[in-house]
């Protein structure tokens, strides 16, 4: 075998963001793009020779391309072996699983999760550290400084691999091992929760549509659904992974999982729906007429997860982004146990759990997890949710309801205002940014204001430090405005607003979100003026 020394030049924006590189495609497809990331990674990680790299992708357009590359730079590299789904296929929380179970050195996941694909769309590339969960900080920067002075990558000349069919094969001097995507996975799943009892729910006719997108979920969700739980066939939608999600946009929200909801909602309504995004960690959870918001998902699973066979004991402690509702804390409260609010983004849950200080975790933008591997998964958060509903024989509604009347409830919404002129943003959050010192103890429509600041994370287990994490405007009765820039968007800024109010056990729980946080959110605007500044008379998006 012959390994090249290519000799490259820097590309000036590599720089990881919440969760990995994510470029339009047309950006990867630059000669060098994927070869300088891929070889800046390998730069910023040390004794990996002779170790094994997982790589696998959620199936979007270019994923077979990249990762050939990516097989060949790590034979170069020195890797020893290489476990790879079959035909490049692994979700993120199988990825993350693969990792840990064959204790691998890292791995490299292949996606842009829930950003569209397609010729026109996004590709990403994250590296996974030895736990299974997402590099911190610590490495992505290492990563991007890398990727502004790398003069070259090595490359192993030898043809590609075949990736269709399981077995070994080899890629120079490296065993490249193609394994069944879903099977490690699914065994575990079946070590988490009561399979038995969830058999026996769809044996008496519960009806359930999860809808996959044409993402990588699919052939996880029917082998376990379907296969292995007796769904009845047709109960998994949109289950051929597709390199452009057959034109959609698989992000599980109300916008572009439109038509379960609507099938939620009405009459034919099957007692459960659920969606998961383009690699399988997020997840949409809609019962009969009943929508669940993902920060009560996360407090309603902490708070029931002793009733599956792999929490019975109880669960260490919870953590949840900064933006999340904080329902996830009073149930916290109640059980006497840790609560964690972190920045937005998994890689800072990985300490956490690695620790043993939580164990179940969770973001407001449909992510939920726990510590069996270290990404969030969507499968899993579906899992335990019929885990719960056949243990407890209510209907979502009636959970929902039941846990409110205990904890209360946070009326809770996110409006993200996408591509918006980059200048216009960056400058309107460092205006409120600047003014948060004035706003402590201002009152605004008969609502004071407790603390106004820009969220900075200590991590307890490292001890390091994140500043700028996101605006935050707490009132005097537990209202809460938040507002910071995505960092997963391609194109222009996003902006999102995240709003949340507090109701007690006995206080309305039927209102309408949107009017219930009406108040709030004329707030947020005169103190920051998106649609002003922005020029958008509306969000493109409310969740
Ligand atoms: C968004 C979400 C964040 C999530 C991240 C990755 O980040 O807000 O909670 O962890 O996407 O999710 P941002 O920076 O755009 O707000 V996924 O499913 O795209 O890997
Ligand atoms: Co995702």
């Known amino acids: 075998m012959t390994i090249r020394t290519i000799s490259t030049t820097p590309f000036a924006d590599q720089k990881p963001g919440t969760s990995g590189l994510r470029k339009r495609v047309t950006v990867f497809m630059q000669p060098n793009y994927v070869e300088n990331f891929v070889q800046s990674v390998f730069d910023s990680l040390d004794g990996f020779f002779g170790k094994t790299l997982v790589i696998g992708g959620d199936g979007r357009y ?127 799943m079946e070590t988490l929760f009561d399979f038995e009892k969830i058999r026996v729910m769809f044996a008496a006719g519960f009806r359930m549509r999860f809808d996959a997108m044409h993402a990588i979920t699919g052939p996880y969700a029917t082998r376990i659904l379907e296969e292995t739980l007796g769904a009845p066939k047709g109960t998994v939608i949109n289950g051929v992974p597709s390199p452009d999600f057959g034109g959609g946009h698989p992000d599980p929200n109300l916008v572009y999982a439109k038509d379960l909801y609507d099938l939620m909602m009405s009459a034919e309504a099957p007692d459960f729906g659920a969606a998961s995004d383009g690699d399988g960690d997020r997840n949409l959870i809609i019962g009969r007429g009943r929508f669940v918001t993902p920060s009560d998902s996360l407090a309603i699973l902490a708070a029931n997860a002793p009733l599956a066979p792999g929490y019975a004991t109880g669960i260490a402690g919870i953590a949840r982004s900064m933006p999340t509702s904080a329902a996830a804390d009073r149930v916290a409260e109640k059980l006497g146990i840790e609560m964690h609010e972190t920045p937005t983004g998994w890689k800072f849950f990985g300490n956490l759990l690695d620790a043993g200080r939580v164990t179940i975790c969770g973001e407001e933008s449909a992510g939920t997890g726990s510590n069996h591997v270290r990404e969030k998964d969507g499968l899993w958060a579906v899992l335990l949710w019929l885990n719960i509903l056949a243990a407890r024989q209510q209907s979502v509604d009636q959970i929902v309801r039941e846990h409110w009347a205990t904890y209360g409830r946070n009326y809770y919404t996110r409006h993200d205002y996408d591509e918006v002129d980059s200048v216009a943003a960056n400058a309107l959050v460092d205006d409120v940014r600047r003014r948060l010192p004035e706003l402590t103890g201002e009152e605004f429509a008969g609502s004071r204001i407790a603390y106004a600041d820009d969220f900075t994370y200590h991590d307890p287990i490292d001890g390091s430090t994140s500043t700028k994490q996101g605006i935050r405007i707490g009132f005097t009765d537990g209202s809460r405005i938040v507002l910071r820039l995505s960092g997963t968007g391609t194109v222009g800024a996003t ?29 947020a605007e005169t103190i920051a003026g998106i649609r002003t500044r922005t020029g958008r008379v509306a969000p493109s998006v409310i969740t």
């Open 495 to 523: 902006l999102r607003l995240y709003l949340e109010r507090y109701e007690p056990p006995h206080g309305r729980h039927d209102l309408d979100t949107q009017s219930a946080l009406q108040p709030l959110i004329d707030i």
């Open 62 to 188: 270019f994923n077979d391309v990249a990762i050939q590359k990516a097989i060949k730079i790590a034979s170069a590299n020195g890797f020893g072996a290489v476990l790879v789904g079959q035909g490049g296929l692994l979700s993120t929380p199988g990825a993350s699983h693969v990792i840990r179970r064959h204790k691998a050195f890292g791995g490299l996941v292949l996606s842009a999760s829930h950003n569209p694909g397609g010729p026109d769309g996004d590709f990403g590339i994250k590296y996974n550290v030895g736990n299974g969960g997402p590099a911190p900080e610590r490495i992505t920067d290492t990563i991007y400084a890398r990727s502004k002075e790398i003069e070259r990558y090595l490359y192993a000349d030898v043809p590609d691999v075949e990736l269709a069919k399981i077995g070994t094969h080899h890629s120079g001097a490296m065993v490249v091992e193609v394994i069944d995507p879903v099977a490690d996975y699914a065994e575990l």
